[in-house]
């Protein structure tokens, strides 16, 4: 009987020890030795006597609807570190890049050492030199564009300067300017050498059961901003084909890859050969604004599509559709650009192939539409970019047209997907009613992976 008495004692003795603790945690097992510390003694043989009185602890109301846990506190955490202290503000807000949910990957071109800056008339852009002087600011070039009522200058930064630094400085001595830093711009295409049988599936799946007659499109003007256009191709004799290139002579694009995209895109929209053009008989005004050097090879720049849009505003009739088969960065100029001429031209651009949430500029800007790519299957392509404000999809895998040299290839990207969509929306009456007839794609109703859904082209069977 003594023997079960004592186990009594200790089994009661354990959850008072435990509950008289004052932090609350269990005691350490005595099976578990301590390092550096004595061995752990046997187990007592005699009754454990009651524990020592513990003050009592000062009690604290708890919260309303709130349950007290008992335990130590959590230890401290480290300050997380989100992009700006939360004790003190950040040096300079970042320039908003990117719509959507995740920023874009690095681009590996180099920065451009130019500063962008507009001014209303001559006079005004002459005083603006001479502010920049003493920042050590050399005009580059000028340009009056005409149509926009605009004048662009260019300069070249100090070749000594923290490109940084400096343009805080510019920006905290004229906050009224329109003024960035020039950047540049990639073709956003990944071409692609699978073999299919069927070079036209992507018009059948945008409801064309075969290809336009030549006179489809004919009363309708189209613009492209692009790369080179060979037009020497006996894929475009007859088609109405108008180039002209605006990158200084110094840039001109002479390689078969600078030529590549613009041709594959031209292609895609009037081609009347090997190529079965979307609008064939439509005019289209195709302005080069890739150029190429040893530092960056092929791409485009702001100021060099800040001319192109002067150009595209003087175009009559307006086109339709005006196709940007390339992305980049968000630029505050082009920003206001756009949403002057968005009120009457209409724009299409490719979302990108980052394969994430977002899309690139100028498909972010609210004045364009922006155009994802999908499969044979009608499953987007998985590089395709998409996020809430990807407007339609397009077929973009697998693309038949053609190289600068005339040579047929498969091409995949959204690059290759914006022409379907500036094709159907030069047939359509309105980008509304575009929305209105897309093909419902994925989840039901307007979706992140596919916009208002698959885009269809209405009319030229």
């Given amino acids: 009987m003594r023997r079960w008495a004592l186990l009594l004692v200790l089994l009661l003795s354990l959850p008072l020890q435990a509950a008289s603790d004052p932090t609350g945690a ?7 030795p301590v390092p550096g510390g004595p ?39 480290p300050p997380r570190r989100s992009g700006s202290l939360l004790d003190q503000p950040p040096l300079q807000a970042a320039p908003v890049q990117w719509r959507g949910v995740a920023p874009p990957p690095a681009d590996d071109l180099p920065p451009l050492r130019e500063w962008l ?15 920049l002087q003493p920042f050590g600011l050399r005009i580059l070039r000028r340009q009056q564009l005409a149509s926009l009522g605009l004048v662009l200058s260019v300069f070249r930064l100090p070749a000594e300067a923290d490109v940084l630094q400096l343009e805080r400085e510019l920006r905290a001595r ?16 990944q071409p692609d050498a699978a073999e299919l049988q069927l070079r036209n599936w992507g018009q059948r799946a945008m409801g064309r059961g075969q290809p336009a007659p030549v006179e489809c499109g004919r009363g309708l003007q ?5 790369g080179p256009v060979n037009t020497t191709l006996a894929e475009f004799a007859g088609a109405d084909l108008h180039y002209q290139s605006l990158p200084p002579a110094q840039y001109a694009a002479r390689s078969a890859e600078a030529q590549r995209h613009g041709t594959a895109v031209a292609a895609l929209l009037v081609g009347r050969g ?47 559709a005006i196709n940007l088969s390339f992305g980049g960065a968000r630029s505050q100029l082009l920003a206001g650009l756009f949403e002057r001429l968005g009120e009457r031209l209409h724009f299409v651009a490719a979302a990108g192939n980052d394969g994430q949430a977002g899309v690139r500029y100028p498909a972010a800007y609210p004045e364009v539409l922006a155009v994802g790519a999908v499969d044979a299957r009608l499953r987007r392509l998985r590089q395709s970019n998409f996020g809430r404000h990807l407007a339609l999809v397009a077929p973009g895998e697998d693309i038949w047209t053609l190289d600068g040299a005339g040579q047929g290839f498969f091409a995949s990207g959204t690059s290759f997907a914006a022409p379907f969509v500036s094709a159907a929306l030069a047939l359509a009456a309105s980008p509304e009613a575009l929305l ?14 596919y916009g208002a859904g698959l885009a269809r082209l209405a009319g030229c069977r």
């Fill in 117 to 131: 800056v507009f001014a209303a008339d001559q006079a005004e852009a002459e005083r603006q030199r001479l502010a």
């Fill in 274 to 320: 090997q190529v079965a053009g979307l609008l064939p008989g439509a005019r289209l005004q195709a302005l080069g604004v890739f150029g190429e050097d040893r530092e960056a090879g092929l791409h485009t720049r702001s100021d060099w599509l800040i001319l192109a849009l002067e150009r595209v505003a003087a175009l009559d009739p307006p086109p339709r």
């Fill in 39 to 77: 061995a752990p003694s046997p187990a007592p043989s005699a009754p454990v006597p009651a524990p020592a009185a513990v003050p009592a602890p000062v009690p604290v109301a708890p919260l309303p609807g709130v349950t007290p846990v008992p335990g130590p506190p959590p230890p401290l955490q």
């Fill in 174 to 189: 004229f906050p009224d300017w329109q003024q960035e830093l020039n950047q540049r711009y990639r073709p956003l295409a």
């Fill in 436 to 449: 209105a007839q897309a093909r419902d794609l994925g989840a039901a109703g307007r979706d992140e992976q």
């Fill in 26 to 32: 269990a005691p350490p097992s005595s099976s578990v």
């Fill in 222 to 226: 189209l613009a492209m901003l692009d």
